[in-house]
């Protein structure tokens, strides 16, 4: 992951993007190679990220007039603290974790770059999908939140920043927990009417992972479940959604990250529905859960278990994904760090809460290491202890 440690160690100064291959950054303009330029903004989503995530923009960018005011400049320090300490407490340990057991694994190669990475019951957690699997051929995150837009910010005002520093406290969780509160998400990003949605979020995050935004653009899934850029916002097509192109130094493929707001129900997992289409088209490649209140575990959400569980070849995920004895039956499933019983969230997520004596049972037969980041809801332990379960799709 060393284009993530050049945009931190760098201080938040533009130089780290010099750094990068004339591939990946245009030369003459410090922007993403191909980097899409409306001419009134600039290049506005490879800036917009930058602007949000708190690194330095560059010097003819249309955004710096916005970066003067004491209110930018707090949610800037603010950012420096949040990038050390995802730096240092998560990206830096799963990294390590990843290269030093996942990589070293003879069973399977884990993300594969001809395979996409798919991400169910997401938030906008793009920080722990891409620093697992850094490979893929393109990410598909799903979850319910809006997937928003992102405001220029010659419109802000005090009522901007102060919606700026509400989505903040969103971001701050991946800092302090690694994992999103749904609380946080609904009251600071569903309730946000200055920087509403995921957008934001997901945008701010690309710049702190080394990423080069060439375009931003609203989609929806065809009735085939293909990605249609959504030219029309006023046509009610669903589900709807946004999709990221970029490119990184360390691979210059022209990639995407596809954000689809989606309430999960039997409907929606239909053979007939879009996204069940969309998700067919992408069999054999990552899947993750994490912190994932245990839906799939809820007898009711059986179709939307199966439609997910058709798709990969292989699974990361903690405890609160695909229950044990379900996945065992198609893949062979490895353990990392600690399981003995789930972590209770509270009654508003009774009806998935169950334990799993044949986890526990294989945790204490293999008796594996603690994990030394936090992963899913191992922090609500006391004391703090998560686990990590791998599954490499068996092959007939």
Same mark, same amino acid.
């Given at each position: ?26 030369? /003459? ?33 249309? #955004? ?79 979850? #319910? ?63 702190? #992972? ?19 850029? #959504? ?14 192109? @970029? ?23 239909? /053979? ?77 997520? @009774? ?46």
């Amino acid at each position: 992951m060393k284009s993530i440690k050049i945009a931190i160690i760098a201080s938040l100064v533009y130089a780290a993007a010099c750094c990068q291959s004339s591939s990946v950054v245009d030369e /003459k303009t410090g922007r993403a190679s191909g980097a899409k330029s409306d001419g009134e903004t600039g290049f506005y989503f490879d800036d917009m990220a930058r602007y949000l995530g708190g690194f330095e923009l560059p010097k003819d960018s249309k #955004l710096n007039q916005y970066t003067q005011n004491a209110e930018y400049q707090e949610h800037k320090a603010a950012m420096v603290k949040f990038w050390g300490k995802v730096q240092k407490y998560s990206i830096e340990p799963i990294s390590a974790w990843r290269d030093n057991t996942l990589a070293r694994d003879a069973k399977a190669t884990v993300c594969r770059n001809d395979r996409a990475a798919v991400y169910p019951l997401c938030g906008a957690d793009v920080i722990n999908l891409y620093t697992l699997c850094p490979n893929a051929s393109e990410y598909i995150m799903v979850a #319910l939140e809006k997937a928003g837009d992102i405001p220029h910010p010659e419109k802000a005002n005090q009522r901007y920043f102060r919606s700026l520093r509400a989505t903040r406290q969103v971001m701050f969780n991946i800092a302090d927990r690694n994992y999103f509160s749904s609380t946080h998400m609904r009251s600071n990003l569903v309730r946000n009417e200055d920087v509403p949605g995921i957008a934001p979020v997901l945008l701010a995050f690309t710049s702190g #992972l080394g990423w080069r935004i060439v375009d931003m653009e609203k989609i929806y899934l065809s009735p085939e479940g293909n990605i249609v850029a #959504l030219e029309d916002p006023k046509l009610d097509f669903k589900p709807r959604g946004i999709r990221i192109w @970029f490119r990184t130094a360390a691979d210059n493929r022209l990639r995407s990250l596809t954000y689809i707001e989606q309430y999960l129900n039997a409907a929606s997992a239909e /053979k007939s529905y879009p996204l069940h289409k969309l998700l067919s088209q992408k069999k054999g490649g990552f899947m993750l859960f994490k912190a994932a209140s245990y839906v799939m575990h809820n007898p009711a959400m059986t179709a939307v278990r199966d439609m997910f569980m058709a798709v990969p070849d292989v699974v990361v995920q903690d405890d609160s994904g695909f229950r044990y004895l379900e996945l065992k039956s198609n893949f062979d499933v490895n353990v990392y760090g600690y399981y003995r019983t789930p972590v209770y969230l509270g009654d508003a997520f @009774f009806r998935n809460y169950a334990p799993q004596p044949e986890l526990a049972a294989l945790y204490a037969q293999k008796n594996p290491a603690n994990l030394s980041f936090n992963f899913g809801y191992g922090i609500l332990r006391r004391p703090r202890r998560s686990n990590i379960m791998v599954a490499y799709r068996r092959q007939s």
